[in-house]
């Protein structure tokens, strides 16, 4: 039996104040301070758990910008604010003491699209796949993937720049990024693009918080270039640090303030909206799912699959392919990845050609598997057997126990029940040094 709560944490008067004073200035979304309301929000998809203050559940951009206003008058100083979307994060970076700001109960709406231009606009709090089965009849997707692309919000992707399976084809989130609508402390609204630089230096001398902004990045990033191409470290995310590199192109013609956006954990400002860019549907796929015979194995062999030019490889590890088989979704796959005689397999790479050239595929698969049999037959790279998978609806099938294998985890024998989670501190960063605080001080990240 559940033991019952003798004393749920107590609320802040100010934070109270503040729920209040917002509700008078005409605030449609939701405010939520029960402690069970509280508890939903203190853990997400990490080891870590913190209590906040309060929720809201904002309705629209005015919204938000409401709640921004609010927290830029000097008596709500010392409160916190948190953008969350669907808690994917591992590292903790939708929980904070304070105010967290759920994007992902309402403004979930897909608003525009342009097939014609390749582009579609949406809410911040629209989730990855939702928007992938609304594109489908387009013929369309929005190509980079992740494997909680089933519960992640599009603002989380891009408050963490997220990548995964098939970023060596399609790249990162921030790569397509075409515009942020984003709100800054004081409610002014800020819209991003790719823009000339003449342009943007107008803006810049504007006596606006959106002309201060676009002043001293534009200055900064173009008077320390040379220290930023040094200094900066080559990553493929930008999740570790704000993108300055990219802020210019490289022949500094072009000016683009959403890339310090993408990746910024939600430091800078409330991502509210983003016009993304999408992709037509590879007309062919086919799938190789290659058993090894350790772990080890599939990671060494997973640099040979890219060799090979696939569009994604996925490895999994005998931990997690043992969890799949004592879940359910076992029944959806069994036949597609088959055990192999008087072998065990313990490792597993997930690889996958795809495009719209069927030749090419065929070709490029039929080479990997003239490769595999001879690394069989002379016992080399732990290969102890392959299958083909060339129907979509096996493929789907396969990722869908890939998207489930956080869950298969979180329900393991002696997994930790959450009064075992770390607890961990409130921190508040002062991290947008450079715009002298102007965005919205938030303390972490929307994923």
Not at 136 to 148: A, M, Q, V
Request: aromatic share 8%; hydrophobic share 40%.
């Amino acid at each position: 039996m559940i033991p019952q709560i003798s004393q749920a944490p107590g609320l802040v008067q100010l934070v109270l104040t503040f729920l209040q004073s917002l509700q008078e200035q005409g605030f449609t979304g939701d405010t939520a301070t029960s402690y069970a309301d509280r508890l939903s929000l203190s853990t997400d998809n990490s080891i870590y758990q913190l209590l906040p203050d309060a929720a809201l559940f904002p309705r629209s951009t005015a919204d938000v910008a409401l709640i921004a206003r609010m927290a830029g008058e000097s008596r709500f100083n010392s409160l916190v604010f948190t953008p969350r979307g669907g808690g994917t994060g591992t590292n903790g970076q939708s929980l904070n003491q304070g105010i967290v700001v759920d994007m992902s109960r309402y403004m979930n709406r897909i608003l525009e699209i342009n097939t014609e231009q390749g582009w579609v606009r949406v809410e911040a709090g629209v989730i990855k796949d939702q928007l992938n089965a609304w594109l489908k009849p387009y013929g369309f997707f929005f190509s980079p993937e992740l494997s909680t692309s089933n519960r992640a919000t599009l603002g989380g992707m891009i408050n963490t720049d997220a990548s995964g399976q098939g970023s060596l084809v399609y790249g990162k989130t921030s790569d397509h990024v075409e515009g942020l609508r984003a709100v800054l402390l004081g409610g002014d609204i800020l819209d991003t693009r790719a823009m000339p630089t003449e342009l943007a230096e107008q803006l810049a001398a504007t006596p606006t918080a959106e002309g201060r902004i676009y002043n001293v990045v534009l200055n900064r990033c173009r008077n320390q270039r040379d220290l930023i191409l040094e200094k900066f470290p080559k990553l493929n995310r930008f999740l570790t640090g704000y993108d300055l590199r990219h802020v210019f192109s490289d022949d500094l013609q072009t000016f683009n303030l959403t890339r310090l956006l993408c990746g910024a954990e939600g430091t800078l400002a409330f991502i509210t909206e983003a016009r993304l860019d999408i992709t037509p549907i590879p007309k062919v796929r086919r799938l190789v799912n290659i058993k090894y015979d350790s772990f080890d194995s599939a990671l060494r062999n997973a640099p040979f699959m890219v060799e090979a030019k696939a569009l994604s490889v996925e490895t999994v590890d005998s931990k997690v392919l043992n969890l799949a088989r004592e879940d359910i979704v076992w029944h959806s796959v069994h036949e597609l990845i088959t055990d192999v005689p008087d072998k065990e397999m313990l490792g597993l790479n997930i690889v996958e050609f795809a495009g719209d050239d069927g030749e090419l595929i065929e070709k490029q698969v039929s080479n990997l598997c003239a490769r595999l049999d001879e690394l069989m037959m002379s016992q080399q790279g732990g290969v102890i057997g392959y299958q083909l998978c060339n129907d979509l609806g096996g493929i789907e099938r396969i990722y869908n126990m890939r998207k489930k294998r956080w869950a298969c985890w979180g329900t393991r024998k002696g997994a930790p029940s959450r009064s075992r989670l770390w607890k961990i501190r409130p921190y508040r960063r002062n991290s947008w040094q450079i715009t002298s605080s102007i965005f919205v001080p938030c303390s972490t990240a929307m994923a």
